[in-house]
């Protein structure tokens, strides 16, 4: 199975030129990704693709070498690829970050702060719509793997700063 | 009380031209209804049978009278002059229109309100125990840890789709009086050896299959409180059931796992936050507790005159006794014999809110039972008080009996009912009244739902009546022995439904067979713990 996985790896998962949000200056990983499973069996793979039932906890033994992992949202109300990429980046997986698939506008500000820093709609989304949408919050109440050298300070800490 | 700075009231601020946004989407065809609709639900609003339902958050129950006040604006400008008071203590507004519905959002910004994840598949406003800060049998005022909740919960970036929708409740008494152990997550806030820490309890809850939460942490300490309950959401999120919304509820993971199990995968998610760091500093708790410090209570009379019996009644019927011996909690009932229960006027709201300015330092409480509550009233100004609701028609001392009836807005507004709830209700609370049976019967907690989904939390009534469809008639089926309180427990189904005459005749046969062979002190549920069902069934179908 993990075999037959590999070998379509070429089709699997988003290349640059659907990428439409980027928050990373490092050139993009230009080859496909491969399935959760095939990643476990393959010591090379450098880009993967995370479905909402793949345990993302499975890929920490390899962060170091994975340059891309792909958080699939077949369908937008799903939100376990939110858990999956805050579980990534607490790990200290520091490589591209992207949400694929159902991807909307008004669920890009919480992924962002999940850590996503790539986005690779299936529906182009409207440019301006999407920007004001990365900006809807000015201070946040929780602390998660929002951008950032030591994370964002929420207004928990603001407000109790010295 | 709660009050906001800055950024509270920013945040508020930009969820309305958030949702002022999405709704210009929607117009202009960017969003589809089903795009739209998860982003309408977070905003609380609903579509019912005839129009929009707005369901406005009432964190832990509580408000002042400016923000009553608001209520009752809304209710005039925006809907037909009432509103409808929820066992989530909330209030709902049933005929909104669409497009205006940022402009309501805007006014509740105003006075520090909102609407936000009163529905969807997220966290929902935090409930609690409405004798919160007033209560004598109190560890602590729950109502800190609540909002500290509250806080953490609103626009959390990871638990916004979840598998379902999340209730979280938040208690510091051994009475529970706010169905804690019927929520997804409810908290106990309790002292351990001089320490402050939190029960934790999950995977209770209502709708089609009834579940007590089992306990699974009995101390986490003040200073771990939001890292526990991030590692309880994760493990839902990312294993609560997503392929039927039937059994996506954590009620269903926690049980199908078995407790054990969710409780280690749980405390597994919790090590690892807690070298993550999201907990709030320490000194956050502090503020907010700075919020909720004692009223400026006076000493004075601590009895009544009683030589009014209406009034009489209606002070041991209606009044909890509060920590400052000089004081007591004062309920307003929402449940007028024949009323529509938890249902206000503009008016009788503006009327509450004078009250609380007077004579409960300018604090009101929404009681999960759809009831209204002056917390904190000096025993010498009962009598004024009173004398005011009852000239309001807000004076009916039937608090825990069986006119106290919660039902839910059924057929008569909502789309997902079977049945109607409320003629129900107002027939039964009429029946008993024009009886004189409803002081005779005393404790009586009769919950009324109009579907499966029991928002009238039948399963926990003493009497609870649950609204089926039966080919194309309505059909009502009785159960027993409910309760929400500390001595939580299920109710039990008497055996074939009955049509609405039918069960307005067994609810009576049953309290006849209570009232037939109670002992001394004991409720109609202590009798009916001690007889067991058969004699009940026996009166109904023998």
Redesign the interface.
């Known amino acids: 199975m993990a075999c037959k996985e590999a070998e379509m790896a070429d089709n699997l998962g988003t290349s640059p030129d659907e990428v439409q949000f980027r928050f990373r200056d490092d050139e993009p990983v230009d080859h496909g990704t491969v399935t959760v499973d095939a990643a476990l069996d393959q010591t090379n793979a450098t880009a993967v693709r995370i479905e ?1 039932g793949d345990d993302a906890r499975a890929l920490l033994p390899f962060l170091e070498r994975l340059a891309l992992v792909e958080v699939n949202f077949p369908a ?5 690829g ?2 999956s990429a ?1 579980i990534l980046r ?1 790990a200290g997986y520091v490589g591209e970050l992207r949400a694929v698939g159902d991807v ?4 890009l ?3 962002r ?2 850590g996503f820093d790539s986005f690779a709609p299936d529906n182009r989304l ?1 440019e301006e ?1 999407a920007l ?1 949408a990365f900006a ?9 793997a929002d951008p950032g050298q030591s994370g964002r300070r ?7 700063e010295a | 009380m709660y009050q906001y ?1 800055q ?2 009231q ?2 508020v601020d ?1 969820r309305v031209e ?1 949702f002022r ?2 709704a210009r ?1 929607r117009l202009e065809g ?2 589809t209804e089903d ?1 739209f609709k ?2 309408r639900l977070m905003n609380g609003l609903y579509l019912q049978l005839h129009a929009y339902m707005l369901r406005v958050a009432i964190p832990y129950g509580t408000l002042n009278a400016r923000q009553m006040e608001t209520l009752a604006d809304i209710a005039e400008k925006y809907d037909r002059g009432y509103g409808h008071f929820t066992t989530r203590q909330n209030i709902q507004y049933n005929w909104i229109k669409l497009e205006d519905a940022a402009d309501i959002l805007a006014d509740l910004a105003k006075v520090e309100m909102h609407a936000i994840q009163t529905s969807g ?1 997220c966290i929902r406003n935090i409930s609690s125990d409405h004798f919160a800060g007033a209560a004598a049998d109190e560890v602590v005022d729950p109502r800190p840890y609540a909002e500290l909740l509250r ?2 919960s ?9 598998p379902r929708k999340f209730k979280i409740a938040v208690i510091a008494s051994a009475n529970d009086r706010a169905a804690m152990r019927l929520h997804d997550i409810g908290i106990r806030i309790v002292s351990r050896e001089g320490k402050i820490g939190a029960e934790f309890y999950a995977g209770g809850g209502m709708g089609r299959t009834p579940m007590i939460a089992p306990m699974i942490r009995d101390f986490v300490p003040l200073d771990q409180l939001i890292t526990y309950a991030e590692a309880a959401l ?1 493990v839902y ?2 294993y609560g059931r ?1 392929d039927n919304k039937y059994k996506a509820r954590i009620k269903i993971l926690v049980h199908e796992l078995g407790a054990a199990e969710y409780t280690r995968q749980v405390e597994e998610e919790f090590a ?1 936050m807690l070298s ?3 907990e ?2 320490l ?2 708790l502090e ?1 907010i507790r700075t919020h909720f410090s004692d009223p400026a209570f006076v000493d004075g009379p601590k009895t009544i005159d009683r030589s009014n019996p209406d009034f009489a009644l209606w002070v041991d019927r209606n009044t909890h006794r509060h920590k400052h011996d000089a004081h007591v909690s004062a309920v307003i009932s929402l449940k007028p014999v024949g009323g529509i229960p938890g249902d206000a006027t503009a008016d009788q709201m503006r009327l509450v809110a004078r009250l609380a300015k007077q004579y409960s330092f300018d604090e009101l409480r929404v009681m999960h039972t759809q009831n209204l509550l002056l917390p904190h009233v000096r025993i010498a100004d009962l009598h004024a008080l009173w004398s005011a609701l009852d000239a309001a028609g807000l004076g009916a001392p039937n608090t825990d009996t069986i006119e106290d009836i919660i039902a839910c807005p059924g057929l008569d507004y909502c789309s997902l009912a079977n049945a109607r709830s409320i003629p129900l209700a107002q027939r039964i609370s009429e029946r008993f009244a024009q009886a004189g049976r409803t002081e005779v019967v005393g404790e009586l907690k009769l919950k009324i739902s109009g579907c499966i989904n029991a928002c009238g939390h039948h399963h926990a009534g003493h009497i609870g009546i649950l609204g089926v469809d039966k080919k194309g008639t309505e059909n009502y089926q009785l159960s027993l022995g409910g309760s929400e309180a500390e001595d939580v427990s299920l109710a039990k189904i008497t055996g074939p439904g009955f049509d609405e005459d039918g069960v307005i005749a067994a609810v009576e046969k049953v309290t006849d067979v209570y009232l037939a062979t109670r002992a001394d002190g004991e409720r109609f549920l202590d009798t009916y713990r001690r007889i067991g069902m058969e004699p009940f069934k026996e009166a109904l179908y023998g």
């Open positions: 909402p937008f109300g799903d939100g376990r939110y858990s805050r607490e909307l506008i008004d669920q500000n919480h992924m702060r999940c409207d719509d004001r809807t919050w000015d201070n946040v109440y929780q602390r998660a929420t207004i928990a800490e603001q407000r109790h | 700075d950024y509270d920013a945040m930009a958030e946004d999405q989407r960017k969003l795009q998860p982003l598949n806080q953490w609103s626009f959390h970036p990871e638990f916004t789709y979840l994760r999120n990312r997503r690892h993550v760091g999201v709030p500093p000194a956050e503020r």
